[in-house]
């Protein structure tokens, strides 16, 4: 089981980046997958979701309307596309099937990928 983060960087308050997310290992099309945060010192953050049947999507608050997150079961990917950045979006991002994080199956986190939002 793998899942491998890419696609952050450092922007500017405004400014986009779109982070994506190769998972392998296990069954991908049959697994709700979400994308998480954490900053330095705060507990990981649930920020986007999207189910594996009809690609239904939910947010947390604080990114609703200029996030949005996506998923290819072909390629085994899904995909946050981020507008709109603000500093409090600094943060590393991962991805992870959501039901195994909500059951604390955290075997298989991958590195992350990194989002520095600053002047």
């Known amino acids: 089981v793998q899942v491998v983060e890419s696609g952050g960087g450092s922007v500017q308050p405004g400014g986009s980046l779109r982070l994506s997310c190769l998972a392998s290992g296990f069954t991908f099309s049959e697994y709700d997958m979400s994308w998480y945060r954490q900053a330095p010192g705060k507990e990981r953050e649930l920020v986007a979701s999207?189910?594996?049947?009809?690609?239904?999507?939910t947010y947390a608050d604080s990114v609703k309307g200029r996030f949005v997150i996506s998923r290819d079961n072909a390629k085994k990917a899904v995909y946050l596309q981020m507008s709109n950045l603000k500093p409090e979006d600094t943060a590393v991002y991962l991805c992870?099937?959501?039901?195994?994080?909500?059951?604390?199956?955290?075997?298989?986190w991958g590195q992350g990928t990194q989002v520095t939002v600053s002047l």
């Open positions: 992870y099937p959501t039901s195994w994080a909500r059951l604390g199956r955290n075997n298989y």
């Open positions: 999207i189910t594996y049947v009809g690609g239904r999507t």
